[in-house]
């Protein structure tokens, strides 16, 4: 079998004297053990190198664990690589299918390697780069669910092992750029079983408010993620702080009062800081200064000590730490200087254990500089997986923008519908389960592209027209009554039973109120002739006998449907009818795209929302807030607020369907989508 058998058994066993002699002997063990797998690895047929390396390692594993020492070595990793490196389920089969024997030491060796995470890591890596999206599998019915469309895998991912991260920071409403980055996180931490950590970045007290805080769990609750765990990096201060001791003692960093325009040119030209080499001592003593919130120290900031010749403007001695007198929302006045964003985010996310941090395309300059920090403190390293900022036509979404609005009373709100913050779009009427999947279909994408609203909205009208009852209502001022001759009087309250949903019964029924008396749209009346046929949506067909002098017709009990070209909404003409208003909205930026060089108060639109009253099916009176239905032959509607009474009515927004067009010929006041 192999060559082992002459080794000496203290070498083979570790030693059992000093520290020096047990590490030499270790070295000298797994220096054999690597020339051995090399040795059996140019056998050509894997029956005969797992025979070979499996009656050497059963003698040699028969009381250890690993083949040297106490922990994972290169002379493991040699061996099990001459064995095929059998960590995915099915190779490792293959293997203690030629061994004969799945108790040996052998295969609970190869057991032992194969569950180890570093071995799982490679393994996916291995896989991801040989077949694209590859992904192993490490135990018989652990199979993960495929990616959705549009998604790539994590490198290195492996299930149980996954925590991701979404970092806001607690000084704004989320909106849909947000929105994506919460969405990508959490569907990878569902997918390989792992965690989500919602943390708040409030690292600067002069923007931070707890209203924001707040809103931002309301917002993640619309959008149905629930965080394994949340946490502020506020709680991790203290242990920043002594990292960036850390950095100043190693000589990594120093302090500087440079004023900061003249810092920014001086990064611009790659000009060093006449500071940057003063000694440790020097710039702890400045750093105490920064930190203890005396007026001399507010000049200071701490600056990483990398590169200023790097063509990477971010690793020119990134400033990392700065002085801040303003109360902190959490800490109070525990604190008088805080960390950038720069340097918390590293080291937080290796402490709380990521994985795999999401980041928008726009930071890939800040990667390397991430890099360098976990480097230079010794912390864990976190990989980063880029995606593609989400921009939308005709919609801004900075903070600064988005105050301006809220403060000139050009929407209601933040949470108005005609803002692109996740309340915002809530209340105009997204489905989540829509909107995860649009985000998750652009979700590999790394180009910043400028989204066409009217794509989501497309989508989402896919999702809600699946449960969307169906109801009527008639325009309030333009209408026509018309009389059903053998229609049945009011106070008969007859009714006929229609579906609430016409492709799935299993929404339930609802009745239609039907009457003598009856109201049609006037675009739909003014185009009747006498003796035409046409067909009252969920009654019936009725022909028409007069049209001057008043509209007349007369039902056909059984009417040819399909003969009856035209199909129009009407109401029976009774009391139980309810006031409703339906609001429409357009876009509130009226330029597609805006440039660097255009101030976005040029392009505010002047009519960004209408209101139509209706008179409604009395059925309506049954919704609630949040509903989302389809009035019929004119589009879908959430409920903003349910019906009280006559003097406050039902009232509906528009939710767009994605259609330049509404469905039939009642247009509404402004555009469609």
Not at 547 to 576: C, H, N, R, Y
Request: net charge negative; charged share 30%.
């Amino acid at each position: 079998g192999g060559g082992m058998g002459t080794t000496d058994g203290a070498v083979l066993l570790g030693g059992g004297g000093d520290e020096a002699a047990d590490e030499a002997a270790s070295l000298a063990a797994s220096d054999q053990w690597i020339d051995y797998a090399l040795s059996v690895s140019k056998f050509q047929s894997l029956p005969r190198r797992v025979r070979a390396v499996s009656s050497t390692l059963n003698a040699a594993l028969k009381s250890r664990t690993y083949l040297c020492g106490f922990r994972l070595t290169i002379a493991d990793l040699a061996a099990y690589a001459a064995m095929g490196f059998p960590s995915r389920y099915e190779d490792a089969a293959a293997v203690k299918d030629l061994l004969g024997d799945d108790k040996c030491p052998t295969a609970r060796w190869m057991d032992v390697l194969a569950s180890h995470p570093a071995i799982r890591e490679a393994t996916q890596i291995a896989a991801s780069i040989s077949a694209e999206d590859a992904e192993a599998v490490f135990e018989p019915g652990t199979e993960m669910e495929t990616l959705v469309e549009g998604m790539n895998s994590l490198e290195g991912a492996t299930p149980g092992r996954v925590v991701t991260r979404f970092p806001p920071e607690p000084s704004g409403y989320l909106h849909v750029g947000h929105a994506k980055a919460v969405l990508l996180n959490d569907y990878y931490a569902r997918r390989y079983g792992g965690r989500l950590i919602v943390r708040f970045d409030d690292t600067n007290p002069s923007k931070e408010k707890e209203e924001y805080q707040a809103s931002i769990v309301e917002d993640l609750a619309k959008l149905n993620v629930k965080p394994d765990v949340v946490t502020y990096t506020s709680d991790y201060f203290g242990a920043i702080r002594l990292y960036a001791e850390r950095l100043i003692r190693d000589g990594r960093a120093f302090m500087d009062d440079t004023p900061q325009e003249q810092m920014q040119k001086e990064r611009m030209d790659r000009v060093e800081s006449a500071l940057r080499n003063q000694t440790p001592e020097e710039a702890m003593e400045l750093f105490e200064l920064m930190c203890g919130g005396k007026p001399e120290g507010a000049k200071w900031c701490l600056r990483a000590k990398i590169d200023m010749k790097s063509v990477n403007g971010t690793m020119r001695d990134p400033v990392l730490y700065r002085q801040n007198t303003t109360p902190h929302h959490r800490s109070g006045t525990a604190y008088k200087a805080y960390p950038t964003y720069d340097l918390a985010c590293p080291i937080v996310d290796s402490i709380e254990g990521v994985t795999h941090a999401l980041r928008t395309t726009e930071y890939e300059d800040r990667n390397e500089q991430y890099a360098w920090i976990q480097n230079a403190l010794g912390l864990r390293r976190v990989r980063i997986h880029s995606f593609a900022r989400m921009n939308f036509v005709h919609t801004v979404l900075s903070k600064r923008k988005l105050t301006w609005f809220v403060d000139n009373g050009h929407v209601t709100g933040w949470d108005d519908a005609r803002f692109p913050t996740v309340r915002g779009v809530v209340r105009r009427g997204i489905d989540v389960e829509a909107l995860r999947g649009f985000i998750c279909s652009q979700g590999a994408s790394r180009r910043v592209v400028n989204m066409e609203w009217s794509k989501f909205w497309a989508e989402n009208k896919k999702r809600i027209d699946l449960y969307s009852k169906r109801f009527m209502a008639i325009d309030a001022e333009r209408h026509v009554r018309m009389t059903v001759v053998n229609g049945p009087a009011a106070d008969a309250r007859e009714y006929v039973a229609a579906d609430c949903h016409p492709k799935d019964s299993s929404l339930g029924k609802r009745i239609v109120r039907i009457a003598r008396e009856v109201l049609l749209e006037k675009v739909d009346a003014d185009s009747l002739q006498v003796g035409e046929e046409f067909v009252l949506m969920r009654w019936g067909v009725v022909r028409v006998n007069q049209v001057d002098g008043g509209l007349q017709g007369e039902f056909i009990p059984d009417g040819d449907f399909k003969k009856a070209k035209k199909k129009f909404t009407w109401l029976a003409s009774v009391a139980d009818n309810i006031p409703c208003v339906l609001t429409e909205f357009d876009n509130l930026i009226t330029k597609e795209r805006l440039e660097e060089e255009d101030k976005f108060e040029d392009y505010i639109n002047p009519h960004t929302m209408a209101e139509t009253p209706v008179i409604g099916d009395p059925g309506l009176k049954t919704l609630k807030e949040h509903d989302i239905i389809q009035l019929e032959r004119r589009g879908y509607y959430r409920v903003d607020r349910p019906y009280v009474n006559e003097s406050k009515p039902l009232i509906l927004y528009m939710v767009p369907d994605g259609k330049a067009k509404p469905m039939s010929g009642l247009v509404g006041q402004l555009k469609h989508s």
